[in-house]
């Protein structure tokens, strides 16, 4: 009796360490636009003729200094710079000049961002005094409003990465790499999916969108990248729509990444109507013809080099706004919901972990 009962003890015991080290494996910090972090992701950024007010706070008592990175799509490009932060201060530019909303340089920060036409991804993160190490600094957020037209303007907060260290200014990993592999002293993971509320797309007709309709824009960013070599991950992204219903739809797929070259594929900023939303299985639009008023979209990036050439399994980030009733506004900015758990690792295509982090690469 009691060697059975020692067999049984022994069993639960090694079961619970199993279960304990598959728990730690993906028990995994996750990015948010909500809390503080050290490391910011704008997704979207709109220079002249349209523009983007920008704003960057540091809530921490001492000062910071911030590296910061425009991101420019196909082919892929950048612009950086640095600035100091003052304890507990906040700042706001235009994208189109680079200085403040009155004209003027931006105070105490030593410096202003370059002024940009078009769009960008814009990254920023904490940085030491020697501008060579990223930092744990969890005292940052950040936010960004973007100007369609006259009066039509929408808003959206940047995703945030902490990093797990309770040791504000401890160095976060190897100088110039960033691991979002979400463990101690590295930043949060980027999820494994988004899921995205949309209002039912409608084609366009001359520009203009009849009343009671929507338009909606999606942005989308590969998290790995790589400011060295200025290149960047390509994406085979799957976009899944659910109606109102619980009912699923024939999804669609897009390649994401600014290292594409066929102007077919090069979605970065697009709406649900692009020529490049490549439909799956089926002729009719799937965001066009849903069946309720509204429904979500399930994005997951893959790798399928069939679709996307040279694609990887990498998590994504984004953004989408909303465009209402006419070509004149009003719109709304959507962030989506992070879904699974925090994705550490570039996936195979079996959708399955190999041993390559995702990281941001920047010196």
């Known amino acids: 009796m009691k060697k059975c009962m020692l067999i049984a003890l022994i069993t639960i015991f090694t079961l619970s360490v199993f279960g304990a080290l598959c728990s730690a494996q993906i028990d995994r910090t996750i ?29 921490y008592f001492k000062s910071v200094k911030v590296k910061c ?3 420019f799509p196909f082919p892929c490009d950048h ?6 932060l003052t304890p507990n201060q906040p700042i706001s530019w235009l994208a189109s000049t680079g200085k403040g909303l009155d004209g003027r340089d931006l105070p105490l920060t030593r410096g202003n ?6 769009s960008a991804e814009l990254k920023c993160w904490a940085v030491n005094s020697a501008e060579d190490q990223q930092i744990a600094w969890n005292w940052l957020s ?7 037209g006259p009066n039509m303007t929408w808003q959206y907060s940047a995703w945030r990465f902490a990093v797990n260290s309770s040791t504000v200014g401890a160095a976060a990993g ?17 999820p494994t999916a988004l899921l995205f509320p949309f209002l039912k797309q409608t084609p366009s007709t001359a520009g203009t969108f009849p009343t009671g309709t929507v338009n909606n824009v999606l942005t989308l960013v590969p998290c790995k990248q790589d400011y060295v070599d200025d290149n960047n991950s390509i994406v085979y992204t799957e976009l899944l729509p659910h ?27 697009e709406n649900l109507i692009s020529p490049k939303l490549h439909i799956a299985s089926q002729v009719a639009n799937p965001f066009v013809n849903l069946t309720t008023p509204g429904g979500s979209i399930y994005v997951h990036g893959r790798q399928r080099t069939g679709s996307c050439a040279n694609s990887a ?41 190999t041993t390559n982090p995702i990281f941001i690469n920047w010196d």
């Open 69 to 71: 990175y425009y991101r």
């Open 174 to 190: 190897d100088p110039g790499v960033i691991k979002l592999t979400g463990d101690a002293g590295n930043y949060d993971t980027c």
């Open 79 to 84: 612009a950086d710079w640095v600035f100091t």
């Open 142 to 148: 950040g936010e960004a409003a973007i100007e369609e």
């Open 31 to 59: 990015t948010n636009t909500s809390k503080k972090g050290s490391l910011l992701i704008w997704p979207l950024i709109k220079g002249g003729p349209q523009d983007t007010i920008i704003t960057l706070s540091n809530d």
């Open 313 to 353: 399994g990498v998590p994504l980030l984004g953004v989408m706004s909303m465009q209402f009733n006419s070509s004149s506004g009003p719109f709304a900015g959507e962030t989506p919901t992070a879904v699974g758990p925090g994705q550490a690792y570039i996936k195979n295509a079996g959708d399955q972990d």
């Open 243 to 269: 109606d109102e219903n619980e009912g699923s739809q024939s999804g669609a797929f897009v390649c994401v990444g600014c290292g594409l070259t066929d102007p077919l594929n090069q979605w970065f900023s």
């Open 113 to 118: 961002p370059p002024g940009i036409t078009g």
